[in-house]
């Protein structure tokens, strides 16, 4: 059964990582959380995790950059726990590669996932942020939004990721709905584990190194992610929209 009274958000790429972590941290808000992922068995664990501790789950697999599986994952979350009026767009894969290496296919993934996944899940969960007359979007931009070496494709999913989130803040903000974007910097996640491996480094030391160029002296968590989106897709954040924030540990912009 559905509850009227509680927000339901949808947080993709949520079976690992900041996704994880932002999925467990709006269910402690007391959010019902569809937990989106390509692989819906890889979301289980999540969604245990927030029925354990009380709260509201659904494990859904999705391709998000298939049109007609997000409009069938959306209509999903709608009916088993209730009209998704926040979303967090987290999904992403990366491609790296120096732009003479980089091969069509690999810029094509990454900017499908990113940026066209980001814009199915938007324009399919607006409509029922409008006909509630409210809503919370949150996009995951990166500070390599800013230019990455080996990162062409990603820096500008990542960019392009910024101005979709002011379009769609100027689009919808009359109807109740913010839009906001997070860029993190360098987060302890699987991902940039998979980095160190790739550079043939040990991922503490690649910590380390990132560490020494951060003000605060340390490296990022998803918690710090999750805290960051929590804020943002609040009660009380409703004057907050069009905005990019860096969570680098330090200004970046």
Not at 40 to 61: H, N, Q
Not at 83 to 98: K, Y
Not at 102 to 114: I, K, Q, T
């Amino acid at each position: 059964m559905t509850d009227p009274t509680q927000r339901t958000a949808v947080v993709t790429g949520a079976a690992r990582g900041i996704g994880a972590a932002v999925a467990r941290r709006l269910a402690a808000d007391g959010m019902a959380v569809a937990v989106l992922d390509l692989d819906e068995a890889a979301c289980k664990t999540v969604v245990d995790e927030i029925e354990s501790a009380g709260g509201r789950a659904l494990a859904v697999g999705v391709d998000v950059a298939d049109e007609a599986a997000v409009t069938q994952a959306v209509d999903r979350v709608a009916a088993e726990l209730g009209a998704p009026t926040v979303l967090v767009n987290n999904a992403g894969i990366l491609r790296d590669n120096l732009l003479f290496k980089m091969s069509a296919d690999d810029w094509d993934a990454v900017l499908g996932v990113h940026l066209r996944g980001s814009f199915l899940l938007a324009r399919a969960a607006q409509a029922h942020m409008i006909e509630q007359k409210w809503g919370r979007i949150v996009n995951l931009s990166s500070t390599s939004a800013l230019g990455n070496r080996g990162q062409a494709n990603y820096a500008a999913a990542k960019a392009g990721l910024q101005g979709f989130t002011k379009t769609l803040a100027l689009e919808l903000g009359k109807f109740g709905v913010t839009a906001n974007a997070v860029a993190p910097g360098f987060i302890e996640t699987e991902m940039t584990a998979a980095t160190a491996a790739r550079m043939n480094i040990p991922f503490e030391e690649l910590k380390t190194a990132m560490a020494a160029q951060i003000p605060v002296a340390r490296t990022g968590t998803p918690a710090d992610i999750a805290h960051t989106v929590s804020f943002l897709v609040s009660e009380g954040a409703g004057f907050v929209s069009g905005q990019v924030i860096y969570v680098a540990g330090g200004p970046r912009n």
